[in-house]
């Protein structure tokens, strides 16, 4: 394997810890545009081929998470298509920093892509902007890093349509007026309060004033401890009417606590869900309606926009077109921002079409 000069010295001086997972033979680095940022002067080929045999890692925020480990795999049968070499990696918690040190590994590695799906928007920023001096290209995905650390972003749906679709729920859940509460991920996590602060906007229009947000908890995207705070929020709120859980993991532990104890029937449960994980609280009647994109479809089109940013058909600016192999074209938006597509809502009538 041949090693690009900048890239070396940028490994060489980084002082990284390697977590001794074996690198793999990939493409020359000789070839790279280097790395695409606020500064970078770098211009996109839109007729560039596609390189074979690029390093493509995905580091999700946490390992062993229903969610997260369909997304990858939607990843690695892109990169399969793309003919490249996938790596997955992560920890198995989502605190702030536990993805540091596996970015560090991967600059080692020489990866030329690393996708993320950032656990905490600014601690895996200098890991990440060294990677990028590197000239790895960063692909952040389902939960965004800060925009100046990664070239793309990709985005479930509009954080705007997802709030949206969250708050509208929970109104008809609530029948239009009550008590509401949100079990989220943990309180760092950027995609959870981002959508968050959509459905507190939402509630302060007039078609949503007879509802109240009365508590937004954190349950570590920990089943346990979604499980307990899902039992603490209606032991606390015995008016609540609503738990909305924009994570997969919050949702089902919360729809597990109610649909075995007294407030089935009493306590709605919606949220982003999974339907395979959700389909037994839907059809025991639990769950009425849910939302959620199709996770595999992220982790593709991030494969894919990252072979496109290592090949040089794209630098991330406003206004590129790249294709997707299944999904087609898309355009990059405003900050690098390449949007999936808007949200499914999942109900006992068609729950039984998905199976992921």
Avoid at 241 to 254: D, L, N, Q, R, Y
């Amino acid at each position: 394997m041949r090693i690009h000069t900048t890239r070396a010295l940028a490994v060489a001086t980084a002082s990284l810890l390697t977590l001794g997972i074996a690198a793999c033979g990939g493409t020359s680095k000789g070839d790279d545009n280097g790395a695409a940022g606020p500064a970078s002067t770098a211009t996109a080929d839109p007729n560039a081929a596609i390189k074979e045999g690029l390093k493509i890692a995905f580091l999700p925020k946490q390992l062993n998470n229903p969610y997260s480990d369909v997304l990858a795999g939607g990843g690695e049968v892109a990169v399969g298509e793309l003919k490249g070499e996938y790596k997955l990696v992560g920890p198995n918690d989502a605190a702030a920093s536990s993805q540091v040190s596996y970015i560090n590994t991967l600059i080692q590695q020489q990866q030329d892509v690393i996708g993320i799906a950032a656990n905490d928007p600014n601690a895996v920023c200098p890991s990440l902007q060294q990677a990028r001096q590197a000239g790895i290209k960063i692909v952040s995905f389902d939960s965004d890093a800060s925009k100046d650390c990664r070239d793309v972003f990709i985005n479930q749906a509009t954080t705007q349509g997802i709030g949206e679709s969250l708050a509208k729920m929970a109104n008809e859940l609530a029948g239009g007026e009550g008590e509401i509460a949100i079990l989220s991920a943990t309180p760092n996590a950027t995609n959870q309060n981002a959508w968050i602060k959509v459905v507190e906007e939402e509630l302060k229009k007039p078609e949503y004033s007879k509802l109240k947000l009365v508590k937004t908890v954190y349950g570590n995207d920990e089943d346990q401890k979604s499980f307990q705070e899902a039992q603490g929020l209606l032991q606390s709120y015995p008016n609540l009417k609503v738990i909305v859980s924009p994570t997969t993991v919050g949702i089902a532990a919360a729809a597990r606590y109610v649909s075995s104890s007294n407030y089935k029937g009493k306590v709605a449960i919606t949220g982003l869900g999974l339907p395979n994980q959700m389909r037994e609280y839907v059809k025991d009647g639990t769950v009425a309606k849910f939302a959620l994109w199709v996770p595999s479809d992220i982790g593709y089109l991030a494969a894919y926009a990252g072979a496109a940013l290592a090949s040089g058909r794209i630098t991330g600016a406003e206004g590129e077109k790249f294709t997707a192999g299944k999904l087609g074209e898309y355009t990059i938006a405003k900050d690098g921002e390449i949007v999936l597509g808007p949200p499914t809502e999942f109900t006992a009538q068609n729950i039984d079409q998905f199976d992921f």
